[in-house]
Antibody, heavy 115, light 107 residues
Framework: EVQLVESGGGLVKPGGSLRLSCEVSGFTLRDYNMNWVRQAPGKGLEWVSSISRSSTYIYYADSVKGRFTISRDNAKNSLSLQMNSLSAEDTALYYC????????WGQGTLVTVSS | DIEMTQSPSSLSASVGDTVTITCRASQGIGNDFGWFQHQPGKAPKRLIYGASNLQSGVPSRFSGSTSGTEFTLTISSLQPEDFATYFCLQHHSYPYTFGQGTKLDIK
C-alpha cells in the first residue's frame, strides 16, 4: 500500500524556519517526481514545489521562491521542505504528493506562523 | 499561469441524485488533468486521471469527460460517502494549479 506521511509542522514565529519531512512507503521513491502542495485555512489548494526523480529539476511557486528549498533522499525514502523567512501567509496544511499527477497524497502537516 | 475555474463552489444534493462539476482551463492542457475527492481529516484521493480515466478502485458511478478546455466530473446515483469536497488539478505546466473546490453536501 502506498503511504506518504508528513511531519515537522508546528507553530513558528514570523521570520522563523521549519523543516517538513515526508516519509514514503509502498513504492520506490527514486522512481517518482514528488511535490509539496498546501492549503491555507479557508482557501484552495496551492502547488508549492516539485522535484524530479534525481533532483535534477526543481520548481517553486513564486510565492515561496528564494525562501523554501525542496530536497529528497531516495535512499531514505524521504522528501523534505526547508522553509525559511516564514510569514502568516505561509500558514497552511502542507501535503506531499507523488508524481506530476499527484496520484497519492499524505494527510498533511499543519504549519502555523504566528507571534 | 494556467487558471482553473471550477464551478459550482458548493452543491446540495440527495442520495441517488446525479451531479456534475466543471473545471475550465484558461488555456490548453491536453489531458494532463485529474479530479480528486477530499473528505475531512483524510488524504485527498484521486478519482479520475487523464481527464476521463477512472482510478483503480474508484466506483464506476464517477466519470470524467472533456471538451477542449472544459472538464466535467459526473457522479451518478450519489451515495452517502460521496458527500465531500471535490477539486481538479492541471499538471500540464508549472505552476501546477487547482480548481477552487466544490463542496458537495446533503440536501
Amino acid at each position: 500500500e502506498v503511504q506518504l506521511v508528513e511531519s515537522g509542522g508546528g507553530l513558528v514565529k514570523p521570520g522563523g524556519s521549519l523543516r517538513l519531512s515526508c516519509e514514503v512507503s509502498g513504492f520506490t521513491l527514486r522512481d517518482y517526481n514528488m511535490n509539496w502542495v498546501r492549503q491555507a485555512p479557508g482557501k484552495g489548494l496551492e502547488w508549492v514545489s516539485s522535484i524530479s526523480r534525481s533532483s535534477t529539476y526543481i520548481y517553486y511557486a513564486d510565492s515561496v521562491k528564494g525562501r523554501f528549498t525542496i530536497s529528497r533522499d531516495n535512499a531514505k525514502n524521504s522528501l523534505s521542505l526547508q522553509m525559511n523567512s516564514l510569514s502568516a501567509e505561509d500558514t497552511a496544511l502542507y501535503y506531499c504528493t507523488r508524481d506530476g499527477a499527484s496520484t497519492h497524497w499524505g494527510q498533511g502537516t499543519l504549519v502555523t506562523v504566528s507571534s | 499561469d494556467i487558471e482553473m475555474t471550477q464551478s459550482p463552489s458548493s452543491l446540495s444534493a440527495s442520495v441517488g441524485d446525479t451531479v456534475t462539476i466543471t473545471c475550465r482551463a484558461s488555456q490548453g492542457i491536453g489531458n494532463d488533468f485529474g479530479w480528486f475527492q477530499h473528505q475531512p481529516g483524510k488524504a485527498p484521493k484521486r478519482l479520475i486521471y487523464g481527464a476521463s480515466n477512472l482510478q483503480s478502485g474508484v466506483p464506476s458511478r464517477f466519470s470524467g469527460s472533456t471538451s477542449g478546455t472544459e472538464f466535467t466530473l459526473t457522479i451518478s446515483s450519489l451515495q452517502p460517502e460521496d458527500f465531500a469536497t471535490y477539486f481538479c488539478l492541471q499538471h500540464h505546466s508549472y505552476p501546477y494549479t487547482f480548481g477552487q473546490g466544490t463542496k458537495l453536501d446533503i440536501k
